[in-house]
């Protein structure tokens, strides 16, 4: 019995097309609810620290350098985000949204998971105070 069961399904898989994708080349869109990278609107924050609060993996930094004139800079550290979206959930101001487009996340080095947000003038500046030594050689 068992092998006309076995002889039936063999019959029905030679008639299917193969449900195999080609990842690479050929990229399904993502679920709309899908959890991906954190985005960060500087122009909408003021500064609360609830996503630095409420982050169970503390994977986000909010650096304040001017908070009279709404200055931050938002260090995001992504090896160590769970991406479950409880930043973006308890931001009263929505300013923090998670990309359901950008998820392919892999790269060769751990110092290119820490991303930064905020104006490129303060941007470069946490980048020097923070990294003195990558800085130096080009001095």
């Known amino acids: 019995m068992k092998k006309i069961g076995m002889l039936t399904d063999l019959v029905r898989s030679i008639f299917k097309e193969p449900v195999t ?17 954190i985005h960060w609107d500087p122009e909408l924050c003021t500064g609360c620290g609830l996503c630095v609060k409420d982050c169970p993996a503390e994977a986000i930094e909010l650096i304040t350098i001017d908070k009279e004139a709404k200055r931050f800079v938002f260090r995001v550290h992504v090896d160590r985000c769970t991406f479950c979206g409880q930043c973006a959930y ?7 949204h ?5 998820w392919e996340l892999a790269e ?3 110092d290119d998971f820490t991303v930064l947000y905020g ?21």
Not at 90 to 96: G, P
Request: with cysteine; aromatic share 10%; glycine share 6%.
């Open 108 to 110: 060769l080095g751990r």
């Open 21 to 37: 994708e080609c990842y690479p080349i050929e990229k399904r869109p993502p679920v709309e609810a899908f959890r991906g990278m």
């Open 119 to 139: 104006r490129p003038e303060d941007v470069d500046r946490i980048e020097k105070e923070s990294n003195p030594d990558r800085f130096a050689e080009f001095a």
């Open 98 to 102: 998670m990309d359901n487009g950008e």
């Open 90 to 96: 308890s931001c009263r101001f929505e300013c923090i």
